[in-house]
């Protein structure tokens, strides 16, 4: 029902942008994020945004992202997006979107419901 896409190779200091379209349901109201995965390495918490919440979102960041990522979504498009600035070879992972039932921000990997496919991002450097 999640399916991410965009990923690819670029190097470092570049930038990229993927996303994370949804089927078969509507997530407008579920909060939303991206997990990501290296290789012998768990799968750790990259951004979440939330659902609408009077009709403001709210997002929350790791702290090895923050300032150079920026998570959003567009609900008419049942979509959302990671914009990835200033790339560097440790976030080379495969990227993972996820949407939980939860309004609100959700960090824990394990409240989340729907998971994509993921998307290999390569930093080179």
């Known amino acids: 029902q999640l399916q991410a896409y965009g990923g690819g190779l670029v190097q470092t200091g570049g930038f990229l942008r993927v996303s994370c379209v949804a089927f078969g349901r509507t997530f407008s109201s579920y909060s939303m994020g991206w997990f990501r995965q290296a290789p012998g390495k768990e799968r750790e918490f990259v951004a979440a945004?939330?659902?609408?919440?009077?009709?403001?979102?709210?997002?929350e960041y790791a702290d090895s992202v923050k300032g150079r990522f920026t998570i959003s979504r567009d609900n008419a498009k049942n979509a959302m997006y990671l914009q990835m600035n200033g790339l560097k070879p440790e976030d080379t992972a495969v990227y993972y979107c996820?949407?939980?039932?939860?309004?609100?921000?959700?960090?824990?990997?394990?409240?989340?419901?729907?998971w994509g496919q993921g998307t290999q991002v390569t930093v080179s450097s």
């Open positions: 996820a949407a939980t039932g939860y309004a609100t921000v959700q960090r824990t990997m394990w409240r989340y419901d729907y």
């Open positions: 945004i939330s659902g609408s919440v009077a009709g403001t979102y709210y997002a």
